[in-house]
Structures are given as structure tokens and as C-alpha cells.
């Protein structure tokens, strides 16, 4: 057994490794016909450009996107210096430098990877599928009899903040700076995933189809690790399934198969204001210009928002969306499982937690009241502040680099739910209904507690859950996302998770169940 | 200001300083030896199988005691002397006090048997016990075998701790089956089951009779009773607990295996209170033992010492009886009593059912003429406390717990239930013809 898990790590490590090294080799060749091919899809006037173009990049052979990327920058770049300067903001091109080299990049590819699509898809995705399973099937025989099985989590250099952690830590934000800041890299991935593309929606991949696909291939595998591990615990088997459907259905082959059938891209479960740019005016614009099905989806986002979201809050807790929907939840309960013992739980986390999480869907709301104005009333600036620098700040801050780079680079470091717990809008929103309003609270079982910490220890949302088991009180708190764990490894059955009247949910005690009830009476009802 | 000296910063000793200063402003200082922080003792054993660090099973943050002035001081209590309420620490530093609060819980039995201080040979209770176990079983080729002696629940969390890091296990244990002492024969027998398919060489009615040294003081194998030798490298002691009193000799505070204490916890000196697993009650409460060595009652002990410290005299009335525990996977919780086959009375009545392949299984034991429940074990089913302590008050009768046994489940959503399955064995069993009721939330919050 052990031996097969050695040949899935290795096997996963060739894949993995064969992944990394993609984005610096390749042969780009871009002919005179294609580079007309790009100018007209991207509607570009600016012969600066051209011009630029014509003398660095077209009819060249370039070997790796290295040596082509920063000759397309920079002949944008220069274009739009040159244009600026004379004023002439019609052939300004608005393409950023990174998604131009991306666009004539892949369409300029060629060589034994563009040729071999398959096979390099078996050579990347295929071994790390392949080695990836065969490192964790094992389990089912090697974590003996059903049960928890946290033995040696601390003990283990990837699950401890050894060295693996940190190495995990490094790809993660590579591989995230690479998606949001330099497509270009990602072209030759993008070929992997082609064929898939081209069946579902008829359109070549794009990079955040390789994120999508990439990301539903993720979570399928930690799946069954989850499977494996918590196949005792009915709660887990079910809320695993319920995530991993609803983020392959829903965030990936609907929207996918809608593009096919001309209708817009959509994930009907992401609701605004995770989904930040709901209501920007090109969404707004694109969803008014599609017909029926871009009025429903407008109305629907509406909704989800403003009624099926509290509604649902409200009889079954903010965890029915966050750990039985929600894709970065979906990601954090798979991926991110291994880690969720890194979450802090003092008491200064969570006033950090507190103060960031609201600021944030400060900002979101507010920049969306902005958007929504400017959309209505035409006018770019609110109160002097420009509309599209507000939300060019949020997609960056928020959207990029909080969602993306911290919220899943940083599990390996500070746990999970790093985005959810911190960042997110719409969990800051579910949690003021779940605090206030709902009957969801997970329930301490009387004077079982013993104070051991495992609930606490591996609560992946820092929530100090012990705090609340050892004085009988139930834990009603904004940010728990119901994931079930701590109920699952609590040793002596102290914790429920359940959904019951509002009346007797919140309930504060100084003595436990289990003293002379006088005393209680005399203790918690003074 | 009165000054509280707690000699003890166990759950216990913690618990009382809490409340004290939750109800005054009396200076409250806590002594222990063991470890700078109050830590839950139950832990310890994840810390060795990886699952914790040792910094989470401290309960509060380090900040938390200098906030609520809650003075801790590291020093062993060498002396009490009650005429001058001094306290001398070991490196002559003195502790004057106005009242004192003994919490200084228990210390691993050893019966005197041969090499029994050996090195190598070791109990399980202290935050040192844990340093030592990793020094001396760190994995298993430094540890080629440990043996456990004694069959309690620190023994079989031995067993899981060191059957973590693979290392092999032998386990002896003196009863004819494991912890047939307290559980009735099924549950017992189904534990002895569980053991096995852990891989622990269980070996049941078998004493130690010496331990063997090597030449360098280190213990290399066991003997038993029944003339086996058995190699090892590690001897765990977990035959039980003892209150940890030595340091009260000669103080005048009367002790027996315990401090002896009434149901004030107040020893024979005045201003002298002893609370926890090394409190010794004059008359055991109820069918509880005199000196109960468990979690919650330690706490609760504090809860109620607290409130008389600070004016409110109150007993320690503990209420119905309950407890839990963990045996490797298999959860148990227990509310009400339920006796063993040898120590139940003659009007006690056990139903037991037991899943035909899972390890699950439930005892329930009534009055055979009343019907009235007793007490009930689980093993593989959640209970809820609330509900069990409100039957056992209300003194409800078998026929109304079966009926309602859906509103006392407390395992977690999407569990498999086994009411149905565990109400119709009963109904073949006795002749009756009960059907559950849904579970209801009303009747569950029926008196809050």
C-alpha cells in the first residue's frame, strides 16, 4: 500500500512538474493572416501598433513565451504612449499588454504541444489525476476502521508548515498571479484543455477555462480524499457530494454550454456581492441585450440576493451557501481540508476578522450604489470619484488579489477559509442573518465538554468553538460556515449542528447541566 | 483584600478562580508545578497522536490571567502550614493565605510491583508523563513493544496514543473482560472486539507480576501472572489514580485516601477547602463514589466552592449522573447508572440491542416492577443530555422513553437512526407494542 501511494506522489509529481514547466517552453510563430485575424477580433486602428508589430513579432519564430511576450507589451505600450500624447484616445487600445501577448500567443502557438493536445493533457492533467488517486485511494485500507483520523497532522511537514507547506504555498500564489497578471504564460495550458473547451461551448480555451477546469478536477480528487476520510460521517459524505455537484453543474457546464447556445455566461448560484461585477454596467449592458434569458438572469441575481439567500440563511444557517454551494467554499472543503487546523483563533484574529470582512462588503456595496448610479444617471464620476477606478480597485484588491492570490495561496499558511473568513461580502452578509436571525446554531451537548481543543483546533473559520462548549452555551457565530467538523471530532458528542426554534437558541450560562439545579437556577438566572 | 491561594491549576482549581472572580475582587493566586497555563488534562493524549499541539489544549489565551488579576505562580507547595495559613514552596519561598483551596488532583497508582520505577516504565497524567512517553516512545524503533497494564480509560488511550506511531502494543488487563467493572457484559464484550481489531494484544485476566531490568536500569520485559515474558521497551502504569496529598502530611488537614472534605468542601481546618479528584467526600453522594476522579465533577466542584467563598454558601450537589468517553473509535456516553451483571440490585433490569454489524450498541436499565429508567449506555449514538437528565428526573418509565427516544438522539444530521430497529427489539424482548414518536422540538425545548 505504501508503496502505491510512493508511485501516485511520484507519478503526481511528473505531471505536476511537466504543468510548471509549460509556460516557458513552446515555438509562437504569428503569420501576417492570423495577426489580421487578432487586429479585427480586437478592432484595433492604432498603426503604431501594427507597425511595431510588423517589424518584431509578425513572421518571427519564437521559442517560448519568454522571448515573445515583452516584444508585444512593448509595442502596445509604445503605440499608446505615441496615441495618448497626440490625443488620438480612438486608437488608444484598451487590451491590456498581458491579454494582447495572451491573444496572439494563442493563436501564434505552435510545435509538439499544440500538435499533441491530447497527449499532453494525459502528461499533465491525466498524471496528476492518476498519481494524485493512487496516493490517496490507499487510504481506505491504510486509515484502518471508520472513524476520525487526524493521527499525525501535526507531526507531518505538508500539514504542519514544514517546508512542503510552504513549497505548496509558493505555487499557489505563482499559479494565481500567473492567471490574473500574465495570461500570456498560461497559452500553452490553454491548449491542454482545447479539445474540452471546443465540446462544450464550441469556443477555444481561454485561461479561466483552464482555471475552471482545473479547479472542478481539484475538487473531484479531494473529494474522494474527503470520501475516504470521513466515510463515517454521513454529514460530510453528503455536504462533499452537494458541493462538488453544484460547483461541476453550475459554476462550469451550465455557463459553459449557455456560451453554446448564445446565451451569457452565467453561474446561477453565484450571488451578488461575491459575484462583485453583477451589476457593472458591461454585465448590465450584456444581460439587457440577450433577450429573455439575460432578463431572467437579471432578475433572478436580484433575487438570489435579496430573498433566496436570507430566506435560506434563515431555516437552515449561512452553511447551506457557503459549505454546500458556494465554489471558493467548495474549493476551501476539499483542497483546502488538510489545512484547516491553520485558521488562528485568538481573540485578535477575530477582531481583524470582524473590521476586514465588513469593510469589505463596505466597499462592495458602496461601489456598487456608485456603479448603479453611473449606469443610470451616465455620468462617470460619483461625488468626484471615478466610477471605473473604484471598481478597476476592487476587481484588483478584492477580486484578484484577496479572493485569489491570499484566499487559496495561503491556505497551506493560515488555513482554508483565509477568503471566507476575511474577505468575502456575501459571507459578511449571511452572517449578519445568521447572527441576528436564523435557526441555525450548533448545540452544546449539557456538561459534556471536556475542554479538549479539538473542535477549536480544526474549526477551519478560527472560531474558538471550545470557548462556547465548555459553558453549555450553543455557538452562534456570523462566520460559521456549518462545515460539520468540529461535531465530528469532538470525542465525547458534545456538538450538533441543527436547525430549531429561535426561542432558547442563544443561551448564555454560567453553571452547566449536570450541578444541583438550584445552583443553576441561582447562577444563570440572577 | 482577602487573599484565595488554589494549590491546583487543573480544571478544577481553574474553574473556582474563574468564578471567584467573576463574583469578587478578592486576590486570587493559583500554584502548580506542572505547567505555566491551565491546559485540559484529556488532551494530552492528541498532542502525542499529532492531532493538537500542546498550545491548544490551553482553554484560555496567555493573556487572559493578567487580564482578570488572576495571580499564577510556578512552584511546588512543599509545606501547608494552617496555624499561620502559610504555604512553603519548595526553594523556601513563603505564600501566606487567608483561605485556601486544595485542587491538586490525582497521581498514577502503582501497587508496589517489582522495577516498577524502572526507566522506561511510566504512567499517563501529567503534562511531564506526555514528555516522557515522547522521549521514551518517540516511534517504533526506539519503542520495539510497549506494555499496558491496567484496563481503564487511561489504559486504552494509551494503547490508541502509542497504536498511532505503530508502534506494537500489549495490553494487560486484570478483569475477565475489558472494564467489566463498570460496563455490563455486551458493551464490554464488544469493546474486547474493537481492541482486537486494532491489532492491541489484548490479555485479558492477567496481573503484572514484575517488571525486568537491563543492565542499564531501563526495563526490558514484563512478567505476568501467568508466567509469560514479554519483551518491551515501554511499561505504561494506568491502573488507576490516587489523590496527590503526600505534601499535606503533617499540616493537621485531615485526610483519608483523599482530603476529606463535607459537602461544603471544607476539610476539619477552618478556611481549608478541597475540591476535584483529590477531595475525598465523608459520605459518597448518591451512587457516586466518594472521590470521583472526572472531569466535570472537578469542575463543578469549583462552580460550587466558588459561590460559597464568596458568601453564597452552597453544597456540591451534583445532579443525575453522566459521563463519556472514547474507546479508540467507538464513542460511549452513559446518564443515570447502569450496573455491571455483578454489582446491579436485584430489582435492576438491563435491555440491551446491539447493531448486527456495526459497532453500535445501547443498555438501558429500569426497575423491573416500576419500569422506571435507571440509566442508560450508549456506545456509537449521541445522546442528548438535556433530554436524559429531564427523564431521569421526571423518573419516567421505559414505555415513555422508547416512545420519545427520537427527541434524546444527538448524532449529527444524516446519521442512519436506530430507534425503529432498537424499539422493536425491545417490543419482541418484553411483549410490548410501542412505536416511536417523532422527534419534536417542542418537547425538547419544553422548558427553557
Request: proline fraction near 3%; glycine fraction near 10%.
Amino acid at each position: 500500500m505504501q508503496i502505491i501511494k510512493k508511485i501516485g506522489l511520484f507519478t503526481f509529481l511528473i505531471g505536476l512538474i511537466i504543468f510548471t514547466i509549460l509556460p516557458f517552453v513552446g515555438e509562437f510563430e504569428v503569420s501576417s493572416t492570423t495577426f489580421d485575424k487578432v487586429l479585427r477580433e480586437k478592432g484595433i486602428s492604432s498603426e503604431i501598433f501594427v507597425q511595431e508589430m510588423e517589424r518584431n513579432v509578425v513572421g518571427k519564430e519564437f521559442s517560448g513565451m519568454l522571448s515573445l511576450s515583452p516584444k508585444i507589451s512593448n509595442a502596445l505600450e509604445t503605440a499608446n504612449t505615441q496615441h495618448r500624447k497626440n490625443k488620438e484616445y480612438k486608437k488608444v487600445i484598451y487590451t491590456g499588454p498581458h491579454d494582447m501577448a495572451a491573444a496572439v500567443g494563442k493563436v501564434g502557438g505552435s510545435g509538439f504541444v499544440v500538435d499533441n493536445k491530447g497527449l499532453m493533457w494525459f502528461l499533465t492533467f491525466g498524471l496528476g489525476i492518476l498519481g494524485a488517486l493512487l496516493f490517496i485511494v490507499p487510504d481506505v485500507v491504510l486509515l484502518g476502521l471508520k472513524g476520525i483520523k487526524n493521527n499525525g497532522i501535526y507531526h507531518e511537514n505538508a500539514t504542519n508548515r514544514g517546508w512542503i507547506a510552504w513549497m505548496v504555498f509558493v505555487f499557489l500564489v505563482s499559479f494565481y498571479l500567473v492567471l490574473y497578471f500574465r495570461s500570456e504564460y498560461a497559452v500553452n495550458w490553454t491548449y491542454l484543455v482545447d479539445p474540452i473547451s471546443e465540446f462544450l461551448s464550441g469556443n477555444p480555451a481561454g485561461h479561466w477555462f483552464v482555471y475552471g477546469f482545473m479547479y472542478c478536477t481539484v475538487m473531484s480528487v479531494m473529494a474522494v480524499r474527503m470520501y475516504i476520510k470521513y466515510r463515517h460521517n454521513m454529514y460530510q459524505m453528503v455536504r462533499t457530494t452537494s458541493v462538488l455537484f453544484f460547483q461541476i453543474v453550475f459554476a462550469f457546464l451550465i455557463p459553459e454550454i449557455m456560451v453554446r447556445l448564445q446565451m451569457p455566461y452565467y453561474d446561477f448560484k453565484n450571488a451578488f456581492p461575491l459575484d462583485y461585477d453583477f451589476f457593472f454596467q458591461w454585465n448590465l449592458k450584456s444581460l439587457l441585450n440577450s433577450g429573455g434569458i439575460g432578463l431572467f438572469i437579471l432578475v433572478w441575481g436580484i433575487v438570489l440576493t435579496l430573498v433566496i439567500v436570507p430566506v435560506m440563511v434563515y431555516f437552515f444557517g449561512k452553511r447551506w451557501y457557503c459549505s454546500w454551494v458556494c465554489g471558493c467554499g467548495g474549493l476551501a472543503e476539499t483542497l483546502g481540508d488538510p489545512y484547516r487546523q491553520h485558521s488562528s483563533k485568538s481573540l485578535f484574529s477575530w477582531k481583524v476578522e470582524r473590521w476586514l470582512v465588513h469593510s469589505v462588503l463596505v466597499f462592495a456595496v458602496g461601489m456598487t450604489l456608485m456603479t448603479l448610479y453611473s449606469f443610470f444617471t451616465e455620468s462617470s464620476t460619483v461625488l468626484g470619484l471615478k466610477t471605473q477606478s473604484v471598481q478597476s480597485a476592487y476587481s484588483l484588491l478584492i477580486g484578484a488579489f484577496f479572493a485569489g492570490v491570499i484566499g487559496t495561496g495561503f491556505y497551506p499558511i493560515f488555513g482554508n477559509r483565509v477568503w471566507c473568513r476575511f474577505g468575502c461580502p456575501l459571507a459578511a452578509y449571511l452572517g449578519f442573518v445568521q447572527r441576528f436571525k436564523s435557526r441555525f446554531r450548533i448545540t452544546t451537548n449539557g456538561g459534556q465538554c471536556i475542554s479538549c481543543g479539538n473542535c477549536s483546533t480544526y474549526c477551519e473559520q478560527g472560531i474558538d468553538v471550545r470557548a462556547y462548549a465548555q459553558k453549555g452555551e450553543n455557538i452562534i457565530r456570523s462566520s460559521c460556515v456549518g462545515c460539520g467538523i468540529c461535531s465530528a471530532v469532538c470525542p465525547r458528542g458534545v456538538l450538533k449542528l441543527e436547525n430549531g426554534p429561535l426561542k432558547g437558541r442563544i443561551n448564555p450560562t454560567e453553571i452547566l447541566l449536570g450541578n444541583d439545579v438550584d445552583l443553576m437556577e441561582l447562577v444563570n438566572k440572577k | 483584600m482577602e487573599h484565595i491561594v488554589i494549590i491546583g491549576n487543573g480544571i478544577s482549581g481553574i474553574t473556582a478562580a474563574r468564578h471567584i472572580r467573576k463574583l469578587s475582587d478578592k486576590k486570587i493566586t493559583i500554584i502548580s508545578p506542572e505547567s505555566n497555563y491551565f491546559f485540559s488534562r484529556t488532551a494530552l493524549m492528541y498532542v502525542y497522536m499529532g492531532h493538537m499541539k500542546f498550545e491548544h489544549t490551553q482553554p484560555y489565551e496567555n493573556w487572559f490571567w493578567k487580564k482578570n488579576r488572576l495571580d499564577l505562580v510556578h512552584g511546588y507547595v512543599a509545606k501547608v502550614d494552617t496555624a499561620n495559613k502559610r504555604l512553603l514552596l519548595k526553594g523556601s519561598e513563603e505564600i501566606g493565605y487567608d483561605k485556601l483551596i486544595i485542587a491538586t488532583g490525582s497521581k498514577s497508582n502503582k501497587f508496589g510491583w517489582p522495577g516498577q520505577d524502572l526507566k522506561g516504565v511510566q504512567g499517563l497524567y501529567s503534562k511531564q508523563d506526555l514528555e516522557l512517553l515522547e522521549a521514551n516512545a518517540p516511534n517504533r524503533e526506539v519503542c520495539k513493544r510497549a506494555v499496558i497494564v491496567g484496563g481503564g480509560l487511561i489504559g486504552i488511550e494509551l494503547a490508541e496514543m502509542l497504536g498511532s506511531r505503530d508502534i506494537p502494543v500489549t495490553f494487560l488487563v486484570r478483569e475477565k473482560s475489558f472494564w467489566d467493572g463498570v460496563l455490563p457484559k455486551g458493551e464490554s464484550q464488544m469493546i474486547n472486539e474493537h481492541i482486537l481489531e486494532h491489532h492491541i494484544d489484548l490479555k485479558l485476566d492477567t496481573n503484572l507480576k514484575e517488571i525486568v531490568s537491563d543492565e542499564n536500569g531501563w526495563a526490558k520485559a514484563v512478567i505476568t501472572d501467568k508466567g509469560e515474558t514479554i519483551p518491551c521497551n515501554v511499561v505504561g502504569l494506568t491502573a488507576g489514580v490516587t489523590p496527590n496529598i503526600d505534601f499535606l502530611e503533617g499540616s493537621g488537614i485531615e485526610v483519608g485516601k483523599g482530603v476529606k472534605v463535607n459537602n461544603f468542601l471544607e476539610t476539619n481546618i477552618t478556611d481549608v477547602y478541597a475540591i476535584g479528584d483529590c477531595a475525598e467526600q465523608h459520605e459518597a453522594i448518591g451512587n457516586r463514589r466518594p472521590i470521583e476522579a472526572v472531569w466535570y465533577t472537578g469542575r463543578m466542584m469549583g462552580e460550587a466552592l466558588a459561590q460559597t467563598i464568596c458568601g453564597r454558601k452552597r453544597a456540591y450537589k451534583p445532579g443525575h449522573w453522566f459521563n463519556s468517553a472514547k474507546f479508540l473509535d467507538i464513542e460511549y456516553q452513559t446518564y443515570g447508572w447502569v450496573f455491571t451483571d455483578r454489582s446491579k440490585k436485584d430489582h435492576e433490569l438491563h435491555f440491551h440491542w446491539r447493531h448486527p454489524s456495526e459497532k453500535i450498541c445501547v443498555t438501558i436499565a429500569f426497575h423491573k416492577d416500576t419500569k422506571q429508567l435507571l440509566g442508560i449506555n450508549t456506545f456509537g449514538i449521541r445522546m442528548r443530555h438535556e433530554i436524559l437528565d429531564r427523564w431521569l428526573t421526571e423518573e419516567r418509565t421505559m414505555d415513555y422513553v422508547l416512545e420519545y427516544l427520537k427527541d434524546a438522539n444527538f448524532d449529527p444530521e444524516f446519521y442512519a437512526k436506530y430507534e425503529k430497529a432498537i424499539i422493536s427489539h425491545y417490543n419482541t424482548q418484553f411483549g410490548t407494542n410501542i412505536t416511536p414518536k417523532k422527534k419534536s422540538w417542542k418537547r425538547i425545548f419544553s422548558n427553557v
